[in-house]
């Protein structure tokens, strides 16, 4: 659900086994009858993504730097790249291997190509933008 949620599609493969349907699936869209809306899993990165880009960028005090794309930059790059860094490293603990009667063997796993350009660059964006409103609300504030 956490890649799903961040539009990276889960492989499924299989060995001595047939796959039906498309071997790249995100179980989200399309979701009938879910107790949660899809919707709430797809806003909750975006969000979550939003407020730590202003959060950092209220931290970051005295090292801000006088133009907003810059400092924008420098807060969405940070993240992204640690984003990406744990995203990569837990795609192959949420591994999921199953074992058919028939000897078969079938996986489903992040698609790695996908999860590596999508977080990190969501995190880019978002985690910018909130930067950016954090930078021009400090400057409202203080009256500049």
Do not use: C, K
Not at 25 to 34: C, E, M, S, T
Not at 107 to 135: C, D, E, K, N, T
């Amino acid at each position: 659900m956490l890649y799903n949620a961040h539009h990276v599609p889960t492989l499924v493969t299989a060995s001595d086994a047939e796959v039906y349907g498309s071997a790249a699936r995100n179980v989200l869209y399309g979701a009938q009858g879910a107790s949660i809306p899809p919707i709430v899993y797809f806003l909750i990165p975006i969000v979550s993504l939003l407020v730590v880009g202003a959060l950092f960028e209220r931290y970051r005090g005295d090292a801000r730097s006088d133009s907003l794309l810059e400092e924008a930059a420098l807060v969405g790059t940070g993240i992204g790249f640690g984003y990406v860094a744990t995203g990569f490293a837990g795609s192959f603990v949420f591994v999921r291997t199953v074992m058919f009667d028939g000897g078969g063997e079938g996986q489903a796993a992040p698609a790695v190509l996908w999860l590596l350009i999508l977080l990190f660059f969501l995190p880019l964006l978002l985690a910018s933008l909130g930067a950016a409103a954090r930078y021009l609300y400090a400057d409202w504030a203080s009256g500049a």
